[in-house]
């Protein structure tokens, strides 16, 4: 019943995120305007298309299925032709400097999911980490040379599917740690109640590949914490 409701509530997410987008690219075309606000639009456009991609939810795979190595996050990313002054505009505003920036903070997002014990970090970099990807990806497109070797929006991607499981395990021991130093018992069942509502925030996270290891932490977080 859980998975059906949250089933329903990524397919509504994600066909807002798609209406988002089509509005921006609507704008874009429609009413060109300033050079800043065209690449902010361009930006949030494809941003907002991926995360309609993301939320959409995936079938599951049957267990029967042969194995495949392929990344159930695999995404192939085609960048459809940029409107002419859309690419001036961020060929114009768009610098080196910036393409380094992002360069940075992907790399360091990528690090941070490898390492974190944070759901909310693991995820918020992840999120983070995605955008400047596809500024680097949009800025490629108009032709700049933002120096980026890697395909960074798979590479994250990748990264993402590797660690989601790994995290959630890493964050639950480090909790169970933490509630085993509490002295009462009060103490400890406010603790594991604290973390079963950081579960909730990010149980759209694991609705379909990552359910089981999900469903099983929740199912002994929600018995200690009564």
Not at 16 to 36: H, K, N, Q, R
Not at 121 to 133: I, V
Not at 167 to 180: C, F, G, I, P, T
Request: glycine letters at 6%.
């Amino acid at each position: 019943m859980g998975h059906k409701i949250v089933h329903g509530l990524r397919k509504f997410f994600s066909v807002y995120c798609f209406i988002g987008a089509v509005v921006y690219v609507s704008i874009l075309l429609t009413e060109p305007s300033e050079t800043y606000t065209n690449t902010v639009i361009l930006v949030f456009a494809g941003v907002f298309a991926l995360l309609g991609f993301l939320l959409w939810p995936k079938k599951r795979k049957s267990t029967i299925a042969p194995q495949s190595h392929a990344s159930p996050f695999t995404v192939e990313i085609k960048s459809g032709p940029v409107p002419d002054h859309v690419g001036r505009d961020m060929r114009g505003t768009y610098s080196a400097t910036q393409a380094e920036n992002s360069r940075r903070i992907v790399g360091d997002c990528l690090q941070l999911m490898e390492t974190t014990e944070s759901l909310d970090t693991f995820f918020k970099r992840f999120t983070l980490g995605m955008q400047h990807a596809f500024t680097l990806e949009q800025a490629k497109t108009t032709g700049i040379n933002t120096g980026a070797k890697d395909d960074y929006t798979q590479t994250l991607l990748d990264m993402r599917e590797k660690h989601t499981d790994g995290v959630l395990q890493k964050s639950y021991e480090k909790m169970k740690r933490e509630a085993d130093q509490l002295k009462t018992d009060s103490g400890k069942r406010n603790r594991y109640a604290k973390y079963l509502e950081l579960l909730e925030e990010h149980a759209h996270e694991y609705a379909l590949d990552n359910g089981d290891l999900f469903d099983k932490i929740k199912s002994e977080v929600a018995t200690k914490s009564t």
